[in-house]
């Protein structure tokens, strides 16, 4: 069965700071993958996403990129936190499908404060 | 545009009464629906789907849902709601390019 794991669950960084956040998926081949981000009491908004290996989109400018250095890991990073930056942090995948969607699933957040 | 709204932004039910919460869509041709629940601190796990056939579909938990292409809605509903059901609720439309396109969110609390 498929998997996904999201590590830390909970990170407190000063402002400045460089983060790396980490998603890896088995069981699967060629997902897609994505990162999201909630704030407080908002829904959804999605960062990047990538269909493939050095294949990433970004939907939103800001100081975060992303990278896919291998098929099923997928890596959210900045040079430098801003206290905006603080929010849950959701990666999901989903199965690529051409004009289709099966929906995704989650791993399980990571909790950013920046202080 | 491809859209979802979910109107209402919290709805508080008592343990035992019924729910439904609703979910309108904006989509140019067939929609693939769902519905996520994430409790506090955790990421979404999804309920149910829809992508075509029967428009009443069921759920994990209890939960059904019901496509009305007429109304644009998928509509969430449980006949009795327990305790553990307090949680945000999304809506979600696709496919959109490479990516579905989620609702605000309901917050739903259960007095008990």
């Known amino acids: 069965s498929q998997t996904i794991h999201q590590w830390p669950a909970t990170l407190v960084q000063p402002v400045g700071s460089p983060l790396s956040l980490e998603c890896t998926v088995e069981?699967?081949?060629?997902?897609?993958l994505y990162w999201y981000r909630q704030a407080a009491g908002r829904g959804l908004q999605l960062l990047f996403y990538?269909?493939?290996?050095?294949?990433i989109s970004s939907e939103v400018p800001q100081n975060l990129s992303a990278s896919r250095p291998q098929d099923r890991q997928f890596i959210l990073s900045s040079k430098k936190l801003l206290l905006s930056d603080s929010g849950f942090y959701l990666c999901?995948?989903?199965?690529?499908?051409?004009?289709?969607?099966?929906?995704?699933?989650f791993g399980s957040g990571t909790r950013l404060t920046v202080v | 545009a491809q859209s979802v709204t979910q109107p209402d932004i919290h709805i508080t039910v008592s343990e035992g009464a019924s729910l439904e919460l609703r979910c309108n869509y904006s989509?140019?041709?067939?929609?693939?629906l769902f519905w996520y629940v994430q409790s506090p601190g955790q990421g979404l796990q999804l309920l149910l789907k829809?992508?075509?056939?029967?428009?009443l579909v069921q759920g994990i938990k209890g939960f059904e849902a019901e496509f009305k292409r007429s109304q644009s809605s998928f509509n969430l509903r449980k006949p009795s709601v327990h305790w553990s059901d307090a949680a945000e609720y999304f809506c979600?439309?696709?496919?959109?390019?490479?990516?579905?396109?989620f609702g605000a969110g309901t917050r739903l609390t259960v007095k008990p």
């Open positions: 999901a995948w989903s199965v690529r499908f051409a004009g289709a969607t099966d929906g995704y699933t």
């Open positions: 069981g699967t081949s060629n997902p897609n």
């Open positions: 990538s269909v493939g290996i050095g294949q």
């Open positions: 989509y140019g041709a067939t929609p693939y």
């Open positions: 829809y992508f075509s056939g029967d428009t």
């Open positions: 979600a439309v696709g496919p959109i390019n490479n990516d579905m396109r």
